[in-house]
Protein backbone atom coordinates (compact mmCIF):
# COMPACT_ATOMS: atom_id res chain seq x y z
CA UNK A 1 0.00 0.00 0.00
CA UNK A 2 3.10 2.75 0.96
CA UNK A 3 4.34 1.92 -2.61
CA UNK A 4 1.12 3.05 -4.29
CA UNK A 5 1.32 6.29 -2.77
CA UNK A 6 3.24 9.89 -4.03
CA UNK A 7 6.40 10.30 -3.10
CA UNK A 8 5.41 13.40 -1.40
CA UNK A 9 2.74 11.41 0.89
CA UNK A 10 5.33 8.91 1.67
CA UNK A 11 8.15 11.54 2.77
CA UNK A 12 5.69 13.82 4.31
CA UNK A 13 4.36 10.02 6.28
CA UNK A 14 7.77 9.27 7.63
CA UNK A 15 8.29 13.44 8.94
CA UNK A 16 5.51 13.05 10.23
CA UNK A 17 6.08 9.52 11.91
CA UNK A 18 9.57 10.57 13.08
CA UNK A 19 8.59 13.73 14.79
CA UNK A 20 6.05 11.83 16.69
CA UNK A 21 7.91 9.57 17.85
CA UNK A 22 10.50 12.30 19.18
CA UNK A 23 7.77 14.05 20.50
CA UNK A 24 6.74 11.41 22.56
CA UNK A 25 9.79 10.00 23.96
CA UNK A 26 10.56 13.41 25.01
CA UNK A 27 7.49 13.65 26.70
CA UNK A 28 7.85 10.66 28.63
CA UNK A 29 11.15 11.36 29.43
CA UNK A 30 10.41 15.04 30.55
CA UNK A 31 7.31 13.74 32.67
CA UNK A 32 9.49 11.17 34.36
CA UNK A 33 12.45 13.59 34.92
CA UNK A 34 9.61 16.07 36.69
CA UNK A 35 8.31 13.40 39.09
CA UNK A 36 11.83 12.37 40.07
CA UNK A 37 12.47 15.91 40.72
CA UNK A 38 9.70 16.57 43.05
CA UNK A 39 10.18 13.20 44.98
CA UNK A 40 14.11 14.31 45.31
CA UNK A 41 12.73 17.49 46.50
CA UNK A 42 10.20 15.96 48.90
CA UNK A 43 12.84 13.99 50.58
CA UNK A 44 15.47 16.92 51.06
CA UNK A 45 12.35 18.59 52.77
CA UNK A 46 11.53 15.56 55.05
CA UNK A 47 14.76 15.35 55.74
CA UNK A 48 15.75 18.49 56.94
CA UNK A 49 12.83 18.46 58.86
CA UNK A 50 13.78 15.00 60.60
CA UNK A 51 17.18 16.57 61.25
CA UNK A 52 15.17 19.94 62.80
CA UNK A 53 13.09 17.71 64.89
CA UNK A 54 15.18 15.07 65.74
CA UNK A 55 18.02 17.27 67.09
CA UNK A 56 15.96 17.80 70.40
CA UNK A 57 15.86 15.37 73.25
CA UNK A 58 11.80 15.18 72.87
CA UNK A 59 10.52 14.38 69.73
CA UNK A 60 7.63 17.05 68.28
CA UNK A 61 6.22 16.00 65.46
CA UNK A 62 5.86 18.98 63.19
CA UNK A 63 2.61 20.63 63.22
CA UNK A 64 2.65 21.62 59.26
CA UNK A 65 -0.44 20.53 57.64
CA UNK A 66 0.83 18.32 54.95
CA UNK A 67 4.02 16.63 57.47
CA UNK A 68 3.28 14.04 59.68
CA UNK A 69 6.18 12.60 61.95
CA UNK A 70 6.50 10.11 64.35
CA UNK A 71 9.18 8.34 66.47
CA UNK A 72 9.77 4.84 67.42
CA UNK A 73 11.90 4.75 70.52
CA UNK A 74 14.53 1.77 70.62
CA UNK A 75 12.63 0.22 73.16
CA UNK A 76 9.81 -0.43 70.13
CA UNK A 77 7.08 1.28 72.04
CA UNK A 78 4.74 3.81 69.63
CA UNK A 79 1.36 2.83 69.61
CA UNK A 80 0.07 5.46 67.57
CA UNK A 81 2.32 4.69 64.66
CA UNK A 82 0.15 3.12 61.97
CA UNK A 83 1.38 -0.45 60.84
CA UNK A 84 1.95 -0.19 57.54
CA UNK A 85 4.71 2.76 57.98
CA UNK A 86 6.08 1.07 61.62
CA UNK A 87 7.81 -2.27 59.56
CA UNK A 88 8.99 -0.18 57.17
CA UNK A 89 13.03 -0.07 56.82
CA UNK A 90 15.30 3.02 56.47
CA UNK A 91 14.41 4.97 53.13
CA UNK A 92 11.81 6.65 51.33
CA UNK A 93 9.04 4.91 50.14
CA UNK A 94 5.73 6.00 48.23
CA UNK A 95 2.63 4.44 50.07
CA UNK A 96 -1.24 4.93 50.32
CA UNK A 97 -2.46 5.13 54.08
CA UNK A 98 -6.09 5.81 54.41
CA UNK A 99 -7.15 6.66 51.38
CA UNK A 100 -4.25 9.69 51.07
CA UNK A 101 -1.03 9.17 48.92
CA UNK A 102 2.07 9.94 51.18
CA UNK A 103 6.00 10.27 51.08
CA UNK A 104 7.47 8.60 53.67
CA UNK A 105 11.11 8.93 54.41
CA UNK A 106 12.46 6.64 57.46
CA UNK A 107 15.67 7.23 59.24
CA UNK A 108 17.79 5.96 62.28
CA UNK A 109 18.08 8.77 64.65
CA UNK A 110 20.13 8.47 68.26
CA UNK A 111 17.22 7.61 69.93
CA UNK A 112 15.06 5.37 67.78
CA UNK A 113 13.54 5.18 64.44
CA UNK A 114 12.17 8.41 62.97
CA UNK A 115 9.11 8.87 59.99
CA UNK A 116 8.16 11.83 58.32
CA UNK A 117 5.26 11.87 56.13
CA UNK A 118 4.32 14.38 53.76
CA UNK A 119 0.86 14.61 52.34
CA UNK A 120 1.45 13.81 48.46
CA UNK A 121 -2.19 14.71 47.07
CA UNK A 122 -1.44 18.76 46.26
CA UNK A 123 1.20 16.98 44.35
CA UNK A 124 -0.29 14.66 42.29
CA UNK A 125 -3.19 17.06 41.47
CA UNK A 126 -0.06 19.36 40.06
CA UNK A 127 1.53 16.60 38.06
CA UNK A 128 -2.19 15.55 36.35
CA UNK A 129 -2.28 19.34 35.40
CA UNK A 130 1.39 19.03 34.10
CA UNK A 131 0.57 15.33 32.21
CA UNK A 132 -2.30 17.28 30.04
CA UNK A 133 0.08 20.35 29.45
CA UNK A 134 2.75 17.50 28.20
CA UNK A 135 -0.01 15.58 26.02
CA UNK A 136 -0.92 18.96 24.52
CA UNK A 137 2.80 19.71 23.52
CA UNK A 138 2.78 15.90 22.47
CA UNK A 139 -0.03 16.76 20.25
CA UNK A 140 1.16 20.33 18.97
CA UNK A 141 4.28 18.49 18.13
CA UNK A 142 2.58 15.98 15.92
CA UNK A 143 0.73 18.14 13.87
CA UNK A 144 3.62 20.59 13.78
CA UNK A 145 6.19 17.86 12.19
CA UNK A 146 3.03 16.68 10.10
CA UNK A 147 2.62 20.04 8.56
CA UNK A 148 6.69 20.66 8.48
CA UNK A 149 6.60 17.26 6.38
CA UNK A 150 4.31 17.91 4.35
CA UNK A 151 5.87 21.20 3.86
CA UNK A 152 9.68 19.57 3.13
CA UNK A 153 8.01 17.12 0.96
CA UNK A 154 6.95 19.27 -1.15
CA UNK A 155 9.94 21.27 -1.50
CA UNK A 156 12.55 18.49 -1.50
CA UNK A 157 10.52 16.37 -4.33
CA UNK A 158 9.40 19.17 -6.20
CA UNK A 159 12.78 19.23 -8.34
CA UNK A 160 12.44 14.91 -8.88
CA UNK A 161 9.58 15.38 -9.75
CA UNK A 162 10.09 18.23 -12.55
CA UNK A 163 13.04 16.10 -13.90
CA UNK A 164 10.80 13.13 -14.13
CA UNK A 165 8.53 15.21 -16.41
CA UNK A 166 11.01 15.69 -17.90
CA UNK A 167 12.94 12.92 -18.85
CA UNK A 168 9.07 11.39 -19.67
CA UNK A 169 8.30 14.02 -22.37
CA UNK A 170 12.21 14.15 -23.65
CA UNK A 171 12.29 11.96 -27.56
CA UNK A 172 14.79 9.61 -27.77
CA UNK A 173 17.92 10.45 -29.60
Given amino acids: MFQNCSMRLRVAVLFALFGAGLSILFSIVVFVVVQQIGNMLIDEFLQVELDEYAKYS ?3 PPSNMPITGYVLPDAGL ?5 EEIRKLPPGSYNISLERADYRVLVSDGNNGRYFMMFNTEGKG ?7 RYAVLFT ?6 TSAGGLWLAVRITAPIIRLSRQVGQAEPG
Fill in 58 to 60: VFM
Fill in 78 to 82: GADIP
Fill in 139 to 144: IFMIIS
Fill in 125 to 131: LQESKFL
